[in-house]
């Protein structure tokens, strides 16, 4: 799936800083955690809470954010639709990258098993 020029960089700009705050609301008001938020971005991203809380702080775009990621092997098991779009047609690596992030804090915040949302089975 083809995602417009001016998409692609809007989500290459934003911080990470403006939408994780976001996430924790999302979460928590479904009922979990923001120690099963911040697993879920571990398990993505290879990124620990102290180096999250830094990147935050540094307040990087999407783009830095996961130019320093080190990708989960098993991200491209993260399929479905989010936002529109359905991750696995999506050409733009970095918008289907911030998109596995949306889809797993999608699926944490319905209630999804964290071995599910993990890809662990």
Not at 16 to 24: C, I, K, N, Q
Not at 27 to 38: D, I, M, P
Not at 84 to 101: A, D, H, M
């Amino acid at each position: 799936m083809k995602t417009t020029p001016e998409h692609d960089a809007r989500i290459a700009n934003m911080t990470f800083a403006s939408v994780y705050p976001h996430y924790v609301t999302k979460v928590e008001n479904k009922g979990r955690t923001k120690e099963e938020l911040l697993r879920v971005i571990e398990w993505l991203t290879g990124f620990d809470d102290k180096k999250l809380q830094e990147m935050i702080h540094e307040k990087v775009t999407f783009e830095t954010f996961f130019a320093n990621a080190k990708l989960n092997p098993n991200a491209h098991l993260i399929t479905g639709v989010i936002c529109g779009y359905r991750i696995e047609e999506i050409e733009t690596p970095l918008t289907k990258q911030v998109r596995y992030l949306d889809k797993l804090v999608d699926e944490l915040a319905k209630g999804r098993k964290m071995e599910k949302v993990l890809r662990e089975t």
